[in-house]
């Protein structure tokens, strides 16, 4: 079974050589706890994490210039050069390579409230509530969407 930070590592292996043309050497994985940021970059050990939530969500395109950002850390970094984001060499090779400044923001969940008006309990769901079937859970009450 392909495991999924395999998936990743051969997709950033490969926008590496394709928009640097250079080997990405190191490892990889997913976060499921980022909430806006596509990604970082941990000098340390040249270490990348990304965002799962985006990639599942977002298009192949959208995701390889979350990947091309850290990337610009990654390489420049290894080369001696100015890597963070307020360096000049930073900004011109993030231009080049045509990569996101910021990860765009995760669509948001559109849940629906539900509220008994006897006793008061809240409910979210996803999707649309016959009320006139389901009643509340706890008293057992007309629930109103609100
Ligand atoms: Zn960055
Ligand atoms: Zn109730």
Not at 45 to 65: A, C, I, P, Q, T
Request: aromatic content about 16%; some cysteine; glycine content about 6%.
């Amino acid at each position: 079974m392909t495991n999924k930070n395999d998936a990743l590592l051969a997709f950033v292996q490969w926008v590496s050589l394709t928009d640097f043309g250079k080997p990405f050497e190191h490892e990889v994985k997913f976060n499921r706890r980022l909430k806006s940021t596509g990604g970082r970059f941990f000098p340390k050990d040249l270490y990348l994490d990304f965002n799962e939530k985006m990639y599942d969500v977002f298009s192949e395109d959208v995701f390889r210039k979350i990947v091309q950002h850290e990337l610009v850390h990654y390489h420049l970094y290894r080369e001696g050069r100015g890597y963070k984001h307020a360096d000049r060499e930073f900004k011109v090779l993030l231009s080049q390579v045509g990569g996101l400044r910021f990860a765009p923001p995760l669509p948001d969940v559109q849940y629906l409230t539900y509220t008994c008006l006897s006793c008061g309990q809240t409910y979210r769901r996803r999707r649309r509530l016959d009320v006139k079937k389901y009643r509340c859970g706890k008293c057992r009450g007309k629930l109103y969407s609100l």
